[in-house]
T-cell receptor
Framework: DAGVIQSPRHEVTEMGQEVTLRCKPISGHNSLFWYRQTMMRGLELLIYFNNNVPIDDSGMPEDRFSAKMPNASFSTLKIQPSEPRDSAVYFC??????????FGPGTRLTVL | GESVGLHLPTLSVQEGDNSIINCAYSNSASDYFIWYKQESGKGPQFIIDIRSNMDKRQGQRVTVLLNKTVKHLSLQIAATQPGDSAVYFCAENIGGGYQKVTFGTGTKLQVIP
């Protein structure tokens, strides 16, 4: 079975540009999570969805960040406009209720 | 200026020895606990989990111990191998259908061949 799929794996962009990160959860999983990992702050939960509905977005840093889940098999995390401090590895994870999360390989974002 | 990152505790273990990684969790209402392993350049990978109605659970070469009295979790790895070198995270969940999992800062395990 394919695990969580994320694209792109690496993204380099310039400050002010829009960045869109993509995630395909494991088929059948109904919860999806977006995390950000940096050396400074570790692994932070940004937002999570249950049955395609955003449940907790308290970790989203500011209005420049937005996330959508239009259907059960796809989610996006968008940063507009991007800033150098957004440089991090962004992980998507999916799960069934009350069970362990399965993480994707991550997208390494560099904002110049 | 020099950037200051999280200071990850590091555990250095000789190959073949047992490793014990400790974690203090914060929420006494947490009822589900998970250990993850993160190798360099990869996403966290599930190792083992335990629910609050248990105090010990064993997997293949790994054992998790839970002490709810002092809110402490430990991961024991038997016969540590070079492939065990990674950062290990504990995570807690308060359950009740709420899916949010809170991760600790992690411990770096270095296996000395």
């Amino acid at each position: 079975d394919a695990g969580v799929i994320q694209s792109p794996r690496h993204e380099v962009t310039e400050m002010g540009q829009e960045v869109t990160l993509r995630c395909k959860p494991i088929s059948g999983h109904n919860s999806l999570f977006w995390y950000r990992q940096t050396m400074m702050r570790g692994l932070e939960l940004l937002i999570y969805f249950n049955n395609n509905v955003p449940i907790d977005d308290s970790g989203m840093p500011e209005d420049r960040f937005s996330a959508k889940m239009p259907n059960a098999s796809f989610s996006t995390l968008k940063i507009q406009p991007s800033e150098p401090r957004d440089s991090a590895v962004y992980f998507c994870a999916s799960t069934l209720p009350g069970t362990k999360q399965f993480f994707g390989p991550g997208t390494r974002l560099t904002v110049l | 200026g020099e950037s200051v990152g999280l200071h990850l505790p590091t555990l250095s273990v000789q190959e073949g020895d047992n490793s014990i990684i400790n974690c203090a969790y914060s929420n006494s209402a947490s009822d589900y606990f998970i250990w993850y392993k993160q190798e360099s350049g990869k996403g966290p990978q599930f190792i083992i989990d335990i629910r609050s109605n248990m105090d010990k659970r064993q997997g293949q070469r790994v054992t998790v111990l839970l002490n709810k009295t002092v809110k402490h979790l430990s991961l024991q790895i038997a016969a540590t191998q070079p492939g065990d070198s990674a950062v290990y995270f504990c995570a807690e969940n308060i359950g009740g259908g709420y899916q949010k999992v809170t991760f600790g800062t992690g411990t770096k395990l270095q296996v000395i061949p």
